[in-house]
């Protein structure tokens, strides 16, 4: 479901993780630092990113990218200050 806008949160079926729209809706914050080659040499399963940096690491694709890159392995940056309309972040209940 990429219909050039967001999408109403739980419309599409959990992924085996039981999480909701991890891909496609917009782009997710994480809390990793982004470093241009820290993946090349970090731990292969759940890399915590470099301790300190200027952007951090956004995660999955939004509903502004083309299908190639909606993939949970895509990982964007930007800084913490930057606002944008495909750029959020996911909420625990």
Do not use: K
Request: glycine share 14%; hydrophobic share 25%; aromatic share 12%.
């Amino acid at each position: 479901m990429n219909g050039n806008t967001p999408h109403r949160v739980g419309l599409l079926t959990p992924n085996p993780y039981g999480l909701y729209d991890v891909l496609g809706n917009e782009w997710e914050w994480t809390s990793d630092w982004y470093g241009a080659s820290y993946y090349q040499g970090s731990q292969r399963f759940d890399p915590t990113g470099q301790p300190s940096g200027d952007a951090r690491v956004l995660r999955g694709g939004s509903w502004v990218d083309l299908p190639a890159g909606i993939r949970v392995s895509v990982r964007g940056h930007r800084p913490p200050s930057a606002r944008s309309v495909d750029t959020g972040f996911r909420c625990e209940q």
